[in-house]
């Protein structure tokens, strides 16, 4: 059992490996890939700086509080309320990270989920399902940044191929909506009460 940067970390040793063994490492292939990790690593930290800066703002402004209130406000029917919630994650997803989604709106999320009468465990796996879509949705979308920098694509190309997996997102959420037991059969398996 390991961590998952330990994982990693036997990964990158495992490659080296099958490079060296298969006679494509030489101090040319090595000094690119040290090149090519040290670079998109720069990118992510500076997107993650932006994201960060972008989370704070919209934190100060109070806008992901204030469309949760409103949400909150409208005493929906469970259904509705997930179609609600729907909306609102996948236009936060278009502004902010997903953590930083899941951070700002959790307080006021839980307990109208709770009080609709939806298993917690279901909707972590619905939350889940956000963030991943809020990943490859513009212009915030952290997968659509490094896809365009290894693709060397403009982000309306990377957004336009990544639309296909939105779309199977959005089915997902439906399919878990419509038949909760899907994602509550294993957990329900393990801890029977």
């Known amino acids: 059992f390991a961590t998952a940067t330990e994982c990693a970390a036997w990964g990158v040793s ?9 006679g494509t490492l030489t101090w040319k292939t090595l000094y690119e890939s040290i090149m090519s990790a040290t670079r998109l690593t720069c990118m ?8 960060a800066f972008c989370t ?16 909150k406000g409208q005493a929906l029917s469970p259904h509705m309320l997930v179609l609600a919630l729907t909306v609102m994650y996948i236009i936060l997803g278009c502004l902010i990270d997903g953590i930083s989604m899941i951070v700002l709106t959790a307080v006021i999320v839980l307990p109208m989920v709770k009080e609709a009468g939806f298993d917690l465990v279901w909707f ?3 939350l889940i399902i956000h963030v991943e879509m809020a990943q490859i949705t513009p212009p915030v979308g952290f997968n659509l940044f490094v896809l365009q920098n290894m693709s060397g694509k403009d982000t309306w190309t990377v957004a336009k191929a990544a639309f ?6 959005n089915v997902a959420v439906f ?5 909760p037991q899907i994602v509550l059969y294993l957990p329900k398996l393990a801890f029977p009460d």
């Open 14 to 22: 495992g490659a080296l490996f099958l490079a060296w063994w298969s």
């Open 44 to 51: 992510i930290m500076l997107i993650l700086a932006g994201a």
């Open 56 to 71: 704070a703002a919209m934190a100060y402004t109070g806008i992901p509080a204030a469309l949760a209130e409103w949400v």
């Open 124 to 126: 972590g796996v619905y």
């Open 164 to 169: 296909p997996f939105f779309i199977l997102l």
């Open 175 to 179: 399919i878990i909506t419509t038949f």
